[in-house]
C-alpha cells in the first residue's frame, strides 16, 4: 500500500515486522518506540517520577499492535485458510473502526484547538501522525497478506478473478445477471456546474469515472456508488464453483450500460471513512431517543477523515476528491493496489469447505445446570454457578434463565440491562412472553451503544409496545453493566436471582467472544443489585451502599485502588503479594501508576490485557515483577477478572464483571464487578488463568520497550483456548458420568428394595 508520509516516521522495528520476526523475543539494547511516550531509554532507577510520560505507552498504538497481532493470525500457515481470510477481514473492520471513532476524535480535539498532552505526552496531532504512520506499516503487510492468501485460495479452487479474464461466454453470464440484478439499483451522479459533487456515505465503496461525450468535448466527471449490502453481495459467484468476480469490477467493465454511447477514459475506485463521534448533550435534551435519532442522523453527514483510492487514480482526480471532501490530501489520502475494503472478505471466509475451517465448536452444557430441575432450584442448590462462554452453552443457560424466568408462576419480576444485543438472541422474546404472562419487566436499554444505536431504538421499541417498563439509564452515564435479576416467589418468602456477566446479553457474540458469567442467589448481592436498578431507573444516588458489588462510577475504582494498597501492605518475603487482572484494556493511568508502586514493593502483578495497556513491564526498579501478555487466538478474548491473593486462604479475591481498566469505564459508565466466593468456582478461575499466563501457542508477551514477541516456536499443538474448550467438555461429561452413577445407584436401591 503507498500511504501518505506520516509527520514524525515511526521507527523501522515497528513498521515491518515479519512472521519469523514476530515470534523470536530479540536481545540487546532497547529500542525507541512509538508506544512509548517520546522513546526515552530508561536505567534502572531507585526513584522514578511516576508522572514521567515515558512510562506510559499511547493508547492508540498499543490498541493498532493489537490489530497487527490479529493481522498475524491471517498469516500463521497453523490456522486454516479461511480462517485466516476471516481475520484479514476483522483487521480491515477494526481498521475502519478505528479511523471512524480515534481518529475521528482526534481530529476533533485539532480542530478545537486542543493541544493538552496526553500520560505518555503527545498532543492530539502527533498522535495522528504517529497513528498514520503505523496504519502504513500494517496496510503494506495487509497487501503483502492478501496476495498470499489469494495465491492459497487458488490452489484450494476458490478464485477472486478479474472480469476480463473470464471467458466470453461467462462475462455474458455475469453481465447478463448483473443487467437483472443489480443495475436498476445504481445511479450514476454528475459532477459539473449543474450537478454538485454528491453526498458520499460513509464506508461506501465508489466509482468515479471521467467520461468524453466526443472528440473536441471537455471532460466530464460522474460518481457511481457500489450498491453493496441489502442482498447485494460484494462477490458475483461465476458458474457453480467457488470462482468469484468483484461487484466493483463488473461494473467498471459494463459502463456502456451506464453511459451508452459514451467514452469512459478512466475508471478508479474510492472509499471514505466518516467521524462516528457526534454525541450530543444530553443534559440539555428533552427527549433522549429523539437525540439519539438526531446523533444517527449527524453520523451519516459527519466530516470525512479518511480516503482510500485504488492504485493509479490520475493525480488530477485525486486532488479533485481531496478539495470536494475537506482532506488533506498529503495526509489523509491512501492509495492502495489491493482490494478496497477488505472487510468484505467475510463472504469469501465464511464459504462451506470444512476442511478450511476450524473443526466446529459445540459448546459443552455447564455441569451443574444439567439438573432436570427448574434451574433456580439449580442456583438455590449451588448458591454460585459459574459460567464460561463460548466453551459453555449462552442457550442452555443465560437464555433458559430468562426464559424460564417468563414461564415460572412464582417469578414475580425480571429486571435487566441491555447494552448489545441480536436478532438471533431469543431474550428479546422471552422477556416479551413475561409480560403477556403477567410478570413485572423492566430493561435499562443503553441507546448509546456505539454502532448499535439503531438497532437499540427498535428493541425498545418493541419492547415498550407489550408494556415493558423500559428505561435509558443514568444521564450523562453509559450504561455498561450486564446484569439480570428474577425475584421468585420461593418455600421461604421472595428471593432474588442474579445474573452478572462479561458479555453483552448477544447469542453471535456469545459464540465468538471468551465472555463469563455468573449465577448467584446470594441474599447481599441481590440486594445490591436492587440498589442498582433503582439507581439506574431514578438517578438518585444519595445513600446508596453495596456491601458486595463493585461498581463504577462511585466505589470500583477506589476499591481496586485501596486492594492493590492492600497487597502491598501485606506483602512480605515469607508470605508474596500477586495481583492478576484479566482484561480487554489498562488504560486508567492512576491504576497503572498504582502497579508500579506495587511492583517496586515487590509484589508480582500478572496482566492479560488483550489490546491497549499503558504499563510497561520488565524496567529494573520500577516493574521487574510485573508481566504483560496478550492473547489472540479462535475467539475475541472479552472477559474481565480481578484478582487479589489478600494473604492468601480464604482471603483471596475474585471479582469478575463488565468492566476494563480505562478512565471512561470507572469514571463514566455503570459498571458492575461481583465477587467470586465459592472455592470450588475460583479453583476453576485460577485454572484459566494459568492455563493462559502458561500458554506457548496463542500468547503475545510485551517486552520492556513497550514491544510484543509471540512465545511459541512456530510448532503444532494446542493454544489455551483449544484447551479450555477441553477442559469445559472434561466438566460437562465428569458431571455426566456421576450424574448417571446416581441414577443407577437409586435404581439399584429401588429394586432392592422392592
Known amino acids: 500500500m503507498e500511504c501518505a508520509p506520516a509527520s514524525g516516521d515511526a521507527p523501522a522495528s515497528l513498521l515491518k515486522k515479519t512472521p519469523t520476526e514476530s515470534r523470536k523475543p530479540r536481545e540487546g539494547a532497547r529500542r525507541e518506540n512509538p508506544e512509548r511516550g517520546k522513546g526515552i531509554e530508561l536505567v534502572a532507577s531507585e526513584e522514578f517520577d511516576l508522572d514521567s510520560p515515558e512510562l506510559y505507552l499511547n493508547r492508540e498504538l498499543t490498541w493498532l499492535a493489537f490489530t497487527r497481532r490479529v493481522l498475524n493470525e491471517a498469516r500463521d500457515p497453523r490456522v486454516p485458510l479461511l480462517e485466516r481470510v476471516k481475520f484479514l477481514s476483522i483487521v480491515g473492520s477494526n481498521l475502519d473502526e478505528f479511523s471512524m471513532k480515534r481518529i475521528g476524535g482526534l481530529k476533533q480535539q485539532v480542530g478545537a484547538g486542543v493541544h493538552e498532552l496526553t500520560v505518555d505526552g503527545r498532543t492530539p496531532q502527533e498522535q495522528i501522525a504517529e497513528c498514520n504512520g503505523y496504519v502504513c506499516s500494517l496496510c503494506d503487510e495487509m497487501r503483502e497478506t492478501y496476495n498470499d492468501l489469494l495465491e492459497q485460495l487458488r490452489d484450494n479452487d476458490i478464485l477472486i478473478t478479474p472480469y476480463r479474464d473470464l471467458s466470453e461466454t461467462e462475462q455474458a453470464e455475469v453481465r447478463e445477471h448483473y443487467r437483472k440484478n443489480i443495475f436498476p439499483l445504481v445511479t450514476p451522479l454528475a459532477m459539473d456546474p449543474s450537478h454538485p459533487f454528491p453526498f458520499i456515505s460513509n464506508l461506501s465503496l465508489n466509482l468515479l469515472v471521467a467520461l468524453r461525450a466526443g472528440e473536441g468535448e471537455r471532460e466530464l466527471l460522474a460518481r457511481v456508488k457500489v450498491p453493496v449490502g441489502a442482498g447485494v453481495p460484494r462477490f458475483i459467484r461465476v458458474g457453480r464453483g467457488h470462482r468469484y468476480v468483484s461487484l466493483e469490477d463488473v461494473m467498471a467493465c459494463n459502463l456502456d450500460l451506464l453511459f451508452p454511447g459514451v467514452e469512459a477514459e478512466a475508471c478508479a475506485f474510492f472509499r471514505v471513512t466518516r467521524n462516528a463521534n457526534t454525541e450530543r448533550d444530553e443534559e440539555t435534551a428533552d427527549d433522549l431517543l429523539a437525540m439519539i435519532e438526531a446523533e444517527l442522523r449527524d453520523r451519516k453527514f459527519a466530516p470525512i477523515v479518511r480516503l482510500e483510492t485504488a492504485a493509479g487514480i490520475r493525480a488530477a482526480h485525486r486532488g479533485m476528491l481531496a478539495a470536494e471532501l475537506g482532506l488533506d490530501e498529503a495526509v489523509d489520502i491512501f492509495e492502495s493496489d489491493m482490494l478496497l475494503g477488505v472487510r468484505d472478505l467475510m463472504e469469501i471466509a465464511v464459504i462451506d469447505k470444512p476442511e478450511l475451517h476450524d473443526p466446529d465448536h459445540h459448546p459443552a452444557g455447564n455441569s451443574k445446570l444439567q439438573d432436570s430441575r427448574k434451574i433456580f432450584h439449580v442456583i438455590r442448590d449451588k448458591r454460585e454457578i459459574l459460567l464460561e462462554h463460548p466453551y459453555e452453552s449462552f442457550s442452555t443457560s443465560v437464555e433458559r434463565f430468562v426464559r424460564e424466568a417468563s414461564e415460572d408462576p412464582k417469578v414475580r419480576a425480571i429486571k435487566m440491562t441491555l447494552y448489545r444485543t ?270 493462559q499466563m502458561q500458554d506457548t501457542r496463542s500468547v503475545w508477551e510485551m517486552r520492556a520497550d513497550g514491544s510484543y514477541f509471540q512465545r511459541d516456536s512456530g510448532e503444532e499443538g494446542d493454544g489455551c483456548q483449544q484447551k479450555l474448550i477441553k477442559n469445559a467438555e472434561r466438566r460437562y461429561f465428569e458431571a455426566t458420568r456421576l450424574r448417571k452413577r446416581k441414577t443407577q445407584s437409586i435404581a439399584r436401591r429401588v429394586s432392592v428394595d422392592t
Open 422 to 691: 441480536s436478532a438471533d438472541t431469543r431474550i428479546i422474546e422471552h422477556l416479551v412472553d413475561a409480560a403477556r404472562n403477567g410478570k413485572q419487566v423492566a430493561v435499562v436499554m443503553e441507546l448509546k451503544a456505539r454502532f448499535d444505536e439503531e438497532a437499540n431504538i427498535r428493541w425498545a421499541s418493541r419492547l415498550e409496545e407489550v408494556g415493558i417498563h423500559v428505561n435509558y439509564g443514568v444521564v450523562g452515564l453509559k450504561t455498561h453493566a450486564k446484569v439480570i435479576q428474577v425475584l421468585r416467589m420461593d418455600y421461604d418468602g421472595l428471593r432474588r436471582y442474579v445474573h452478572i456477566g462479561t458479555g453483552n446479553y448477544h447469542a453471535g457474540t456469545a459464540r465468538l467472544y471468551a465472555d463469563f458469567g455468573l449465577f448467584t442467589c446470594d441474599e447481599q448481592i441481590g440486594e445490591d443489585v436492587t440498589e442498582l436498578f433503582n439507581y439506574l431507573t431514578t438517578g438518585l444516588k444519595p445513600s446508596r451502599t453495596y456491601r458486595k458489588l463493585l461498581t463504577a462510577p462511585k466505589q470500583m475504582k477506589k476499591a481496586i485502588l485501596a486492594r492493590i494498597e492492600r497487597e502491598i501492605e501485606k506483602h512480605s518475603e515469607e508470605d508474596p503479594g500477586l495481583i492478576r487482572f484479566k482484561c480487554n484494556a489498562l488504560e486508567d493511568a492512576t491504576i497503572t501508576k498504582a502497579l508500579y508502586r506495587a511492583s517496586q514493593a515487590g509484589v508480582r502483578v500478572e496482566l492479560i490485557i488483550r489490546d491497549t495497556c499503558r504499563l510497561i513491564p520488565g524496567i529494573p526498579g520500577l516493574s521487574s515483577t510485573v508481566s504483560v501478555i496478550s492473547v489472540v487466538g479462535r475467539f475475541l478474548e472479552h472477559g474481565r477478572l480481578y484478582y487479589f491473593r489478600n494473604g492468601g486462604g480464604d482471603d483471596e479475591e475474585f471479582y469478575v464483571g463488565s468492566a476494563d481498566l480505562m478512565k471512561r469505564n470507572l469514571d463514566s459508565r455503570v459498571e458492575v464487578l461481583a465477587p467470586v466466593e465459592s472455592e470450588e468456582l475460583r479453583d476453576q478461575l485460577r485454572t484459566m488463568l494459568d492455563t
